[in-house]
């Protein structure tokens, strides 16, 4: 605990654009869906009597139900928090079906949403259409129409998919769980109260917002065309610190952004909001075969504004590995003058942590078992921060990323700025016989007249940047896809796909302490980082504890079963094993609509190297007094620690080696396991020779004139740390190698003129 705590002052409201018009399920379609998402988080009550509104337990499990959620109430929360929250049920929540609509309308792919309407409308029964009714029995073994089974039949169903033979149903059981309980949370009344999870951090105080001012683009029918030295195409960790190089080495520099800046008077958003404001696809990512959840910043400011604040230069092996590839400079001094700058610039230290226990268990309990752990630094500017909601955008203007640092610099230099700009394409001219890049063209859309973006009056304009150079700074989900856009053809665009794969492990502890408060990943056990003496393996550190982002990632065994086990979470630990990926995917353009896809499944190497890891994680908790572990992973039971259990024993304990040799049995196995990547590199590839990237070791893209890609696409493989210092490191090289290419043309220039 910080030594002040503040009175809650709640954040402004990030109201939401128009939910998608048009009918993405048809009435029974969304009858069957709902009547899933009650089955999932059911409404409970005390009954032998079937019921299609509720679940209906005997008197004595419900009574039961009701001590354990109890212990989780604050003493001064509501009498009757409890009893509201079993009878709550996602049906019931104005805001669910919207959001879901907004979901399938705005971010699934066709493809997806075709598979859905399909399952929906085959666990319907139709009375006059037999394959449907055939259908009907295959999936359920009932021919009833799944909405008209009970609560408890219809629970069964799903159960039973977990455990079928065929893999579509248990993929199908993994994802309408994670679905409907993502939503739920973010739409729930009852859960907070439960929990006493406050609306936005209690300790600190609200930060003071750089005073920005964005281009307005005037209306028009013809393009608008404006002309600036450079242009840079993105505002995250790449593109703020290409901003700010350049500005300062006196160059005309506009930073053009797809997505909208909301000041720290709306920070942290609740998880609703900044599912939508912040975060890639509504937060909702997956890969094609639904193997991996992915999370990546859309903001003003990209992942820097949603990150967790760790803050780690580049390794060594890395970058000896990466030198070894034809790129001296990952070697050399000038390497790490630029991550050093960075940091600087940043505040980047660990003298200011104060570890909750999430991360202090870590420490702690490697050194029980003798493993290596270390304090991971913090970007908080040389402050303490003591704060859990930073994935949801830093309130206290405190993590210093680009939205706090590298732009304002960059706007105090001249940048200038344009939010709400969709690139199209880049432009290109033949200079001197060589393919030279002159600009980007886009679509601006205005904010509406209430300056946000919830209004249907917003102006959108053709706008074409000419610029001397550009720069592609979209993130490694879409800086391929511009370049595709534009009419480049390498092979290499958008492969070697680098993920960071992590899946976690949760356990229960006897004591409260509220594990969403405090920095959110402030250490790491590297114990099990290099098992193929190449630098390949996984990382142990801490997961986000917002119930919206962690309660999805449990594996779903029944309704009952999981408000309880959520209202655990004041208890809970979340620790993730992070793989660094030798095997990798690709990211390509929707052949229907042109959206990011992402092709990646985790492979049996990368995945035994995160079992070697999870295990070490299950001994941490096990030696930290863990009452309950288990994994993100449906075919495992949890272990349960035993009153009479010996603490002589530690992790020898005859029962827990069982269960850690059950689940070296079973391996990490699909679609069981659920997997997630808060980290994508390496699809516009840093090489020596063109044929084995996209860019040159300047940042440049080969083949062309005046282009550069200046994010953690370039990355040559995987960082294997949290990639945005690096990133910014490798942005900054580039970027004072553009300001050099502008002083040696000046100098030309004004020879000739001699």
Avoid at 236 to 248: D, I, S
Avoid at 383 to 388: A, F, Q, R
Avoid at 651 to 666: A, C, D, G, M, V
Wanted: hydrophobic letters at 35%.
């Amino acid at each position: 605990m910080t030594s002040t705590e503040l009175k809650l002052i709640a954040p402004l409201d990030s109201p939401l654009p128009p939910v998608p018009k048009g009918e993405v399920l048809t009435e029974s379609q969304w009858k069957t869906l709902l009547a899933i998402a009650d089955t999932i988080v059911p409404a409970v009550e005390a009954s032998s009597s079937p019921s299609l509104h509720k679940l209906s337990v005997q008197a004595s499990e419900y009574t039961n139900a009701v001590e354990q959620i109890q212990k989780a109430v604050p003493a001064d929360g509501p009498s009757d928090a409890v009893q509201k929250y079993l009878a709550e049920r996602p049906g019931s929540l104005p805001g669910f079906k919207e959001l879901i609509q907004r979901q399938f309308g705005d971010y699934m792919r066709e493809d997806a949403l075709k598979g859905i309407r399909v399952i929906l409308s085959t666990l319907d029964d139709p009375p006059d259409v037999f394959s449907t009714r055939a259908g009907c029995l295959l999936l359920t073994g009932y021919s009833t129409s799944f909405y008209n089974q009970p609560v408890n039949i219809r629970q069964q169903i799903i159960q039973n998919w977990s455990q079928s033979y065929l893999p579509p149903l248990r993929q199908l059981a993994k994802v309408l769980p994670a679905l409907c309980i993502s939503t739920y949370v973010k739409q729930s009344t009852t859960i907070n109260p439960v929990l006493g999870f406050p609306r936005a951090p209690t300790h600190g105080k609200p930060g003071k917002d750089f005073d920005y001012s964005f281009l307005q683009i005037p209306p028009g029918k013809d393009p608008e065309v404006i002309e600036t030295d450079v242009v840079i195409i993105g505002s995250g960790c790449g593109g703020g610190v290409c901003a700010k190089n350049l500005a300062e080495a006196g160059l005309r520099v506009i930073v053009a952004e797809r997505a909208y800046h909301f000041g720290a008077k709306h920070l942290p958003m609740s998880s609703t909001d900044a599912g939508i404001h912040l975060f890639h696809s509504g937060g909702v990512d997956v890969s094609d075969d639904n193997s991996v959840s992915f999370l990546a910043g859309q903001a003003w400011g990209g992942g820097g504004t949603i990150n967790w604040s760790a803050s780690l230069q580049t390794q060594g092996f890395v970058r000896q590995e990466w030198a070894d590839e034809g790129l001296p400079f990952f070697t050399s001094s000038e390497f790490q003058n630029c991550l050093d700058r960075v940091c600087h610039r940043m505040g980047v230290s660990t003298k200011h942590i104060e570890h909750n226990d999430n991360n202090r268990f870590i420490l702690e309990g490697a050194r029980k078992l003798g493993y290596s752990a270390k304090e991971v630094p913090q970007n908080t500017g040389g402050n303490k921060h003591y704060c859990g909601y930073c994935t949801n955008g830093c309130g206290a203007a405190e993590k210093q990323g680009p939205v706090v640092s590298w732009l304002p610099d960059a706007a105090n230099a001249g940048a200038e700025f344009i939010e709400g700009f969709e690139a199209d394409k880049i432009l290109f001219e033949s200079v001197k016989g060589k393919k030279t890049a002159t600009g980007v063209q886009g679509t601006w859309t205005s904010r509406d007249e209430h300056c946000g973006v919830s209004g249907p009056a917003r102006t959108k304009r053709a706008v074409t940047i000419k610029a001397k150079r550009v720069i592609v700074s979209c993130g490694t989900l879409h800086s391929p896809l511009l370049l595709l856009r534009s009419g480049l053809t390498s092979p290499q665009i958008g492969r070697n796909l680098h993920v960071h794969p992590a899946t976690l492990v949760t356990a229960t502890f006897p004591h409260t302490h509220n594990p969403w408060e405090g920095g959110i990943l402030t250490t790491m056990c590297d114990e099990f980082s290099n098992q193929d003496a190449r630098g390949h393996g996984a990382k142990i550190c801490a997961m986000t504890m917002l119930p919206a982002m962690f309660l999805p990632f449990q594996p779903w065994r029944g309704g009952l079963d999981f408000k309880i086990m959520a209202a655990k979470l004041p208890r809970i630990c979340g620790h993730l094993t992070v793989v660094r990926d030798r095997d990798t995917g690709r990211v390509y353009p929707d052949p229907a609509d042109g959206r990011c896809r992402i092709a990646y499944t985790p492979s049996a190497f990368d995945k035994r190297h995160a079992l070697e890891c999870l295990v070490g994680m299950c001994k941490i908790q096990y030696v930290m007094g863990a009452q309950e572990i288990w994994l993100a992973k449906s075919d495992i039971l949890p272990f349960t620690r035993t009153p009479d259990a010996s603490d002589e024993d530690g992790i020898n304990e005859p029962s827990f080696q069982e269960w850690l040799r059950e689940i070296r049995r079973k391996g990490l196995n699909q679609p069981e396991t659920t997997w997630g990547s808060a980290h994508q590199m390496g699809t516009c590839r840093m090489s020596s020779v063109e044929k084995k990237g996209v860019v040159d070791p300047t940042g440049k893209v080969w083949g062309t004139e005046g282009l550069y890609v200046a994010d953690a696409s370039v990355f040559p493989s995987a960082s294997g740390v949290n990639p945005m210092v690096t990133n910014m490191a490798i942005s900054d090289m580039i970027s004072r190698g553009i300001a050099r290419s502008f002083r040696m043309e000046e100098r030309k220039e004004e020879g000739a003129r001699l």
